[in-house]
């Protein structure tokens, strides 16, 4: 059970948008910690996406995009390519554990 | 540019103790704020946060984890070294070290990964 709540998939067609959405609670999002957000394409490492809750780093197109409120956060993906196909993760810090916490992760299927 | 690589047995035997080294370019772990971090991913599963080692030598364990785990650093190697003892088969992944800053609580580069197997 992560500490962050990810749906475990979301879909969509080429050309549409999706958001895979985090939920955390007071001692991590919800305490003002930033969100992060990782791509993990099929068999390679994550590769990071979007930092301190909407921060893309270069090379990220804008396609992708990041936001947070209360004790949530969201990865937003507009024109949907097939190249977008991979595991999303999220990530932040916990307080009250003292962890470097990540979410249970979302595959993303191009339909 | 900076780049990392994890190095260490594919196959280790449950009891054993794992040892991982990181060699990386690009930075030093000699220049303030940098540090290198630790995270496993079970086959399917998701990313856990392991340890974490600062520049300054200010060391970070996952509060779970932190009695089976000690994370060392040989700077002029270029090198983190992450031991975990008392291996089980719950413990096989692919083991990433990664780049990060003090303050910044995000991975910005990442190692390609070693797959551990802990099998007798």
């Known amino acids: 059970q992560s500490v962050l709540t990810q749906p475990p998939s979301v879909s969509g067609a080429p050309g549409q948008r999706v958001t895979i959405s985090c939920t955390g609670s007071s001692s991590n999002i919800g305490a003002g910690y930033v969100v992060h957000w990782y791509q993990q394409l099929p068999g390679t490492a994550p590769k990071l996406l979007i930092y301190?809750?909407?921060n893309r780093p270069s090379g990220v197109p804008d396609r992708f995009s990041g936001s947070k409120s209360a004790t949530s956060a969201s990865l937003a993906i507009t024109g949907l390519q097939a190249e977008d196909e991979a595991d999303y993760y999220c990530?932040?810090?916990?307080?009250?554990?003292?962890?470097?916490?990540f979410g249970g992760g979302t595959k993303l299927t191009v339909l | 540019q900076i780049t990392l690589k994890e190095s260490g047995p594919t196959l280790v035997k449950p009891t054993q103790t794992l040892t991982l080294t990181c060699t990386f370019s690009?930075?030093?772990?000699?220049?303030?704020?940098?540090?290198v971090g630790w995270i496993r991913q079970p086959p399917g599963k998701a990313l856990e946060w392991l340890a974490l080692?600062?520049?300054?030598?200010?060391?970070r364990y996952s509060p779970s984890l932190k009695s089976r785990l000690t994370i060392t650093k040989d700077t002029p190697k270029n090198q983190v070294v992450l031991t975990v003892t008392n291996m089980d088969p719950v413990d096989t992944a692919t083991y990433y070290c990664?780049?990060?800053?003090?303050?910044?609580?995000?991975?910005?580069?990442w190692g390609q990964g070693t797959l551990v197997t802990v099998s007798s």
């Open positions: 080692i600062y520049w300054d030598d200010d060391k």
């Open positions: 301190d809750n909407n």
């Open positions: 990530q932040s810090y916990d307080s009250s554990l003292s962890d470097w916490v």
């Open positions: 690009g930075f030093s772990l000699s220049t303030s704020g940098v540090g």
């Open positions: 990664a780049h990060t800053s003090y303050g910044d609580y995000y991975f910005d580069y």
